[in-house]
C-alpha cells in the first residue's frame, strides 16, 4: 500500500484522519437530508449506512427537523 502521510510524522497522520471522519460526518450529513427529503424512512437510511434506525435517528433528526426537514413517522 503506498504511504499517504509521512511515516515519520505521526501528527500529521493523526491530523488526516480527523479530516477524513470530518468530511465523512459532513457527506453523511448531506446524503441523510437528501435521503429524508426524497421520502425515505429512516430503516432505509440506517440499512444502508449499516447502523441501526435507532442510531441514525438519534444522531440526525434534531438537525433534520432543525432544517426544516418533513420526517415520516416510521
Not at 497522520?13 to 437528501?34: K, N, T
Not at 449499516?50 to 426537514?69: D, E, N, S, Y
Amino acid at each position: 500500500m503506498k504511504k499517504l502521510v509521512a511515516q515519520d510524522d505521526p501528527a500529521a497522520g493523526l491530523a488526516a484522519v480527523v479530516a477524513l471522519r470530518r468530511l465523512a460526518d459532513r457527506i453523511e450529513d448531506s446524503q441523510v437530508e437528501q435521503a429524508m427529503r426524497a421520502g425515505w424512512s429512516w430503516s432505509e437510511v440506517a440499512e444502508v449506512l449499516g447502523v441501526t434506525r435507532q442510531a441514525v435517528h438519534k444522531k440526525h433528526a434534531k438537525r433534520l427537523i432543525a432544517a426544516g426537514v418533513a420526517l415520516r413517522r416510521r
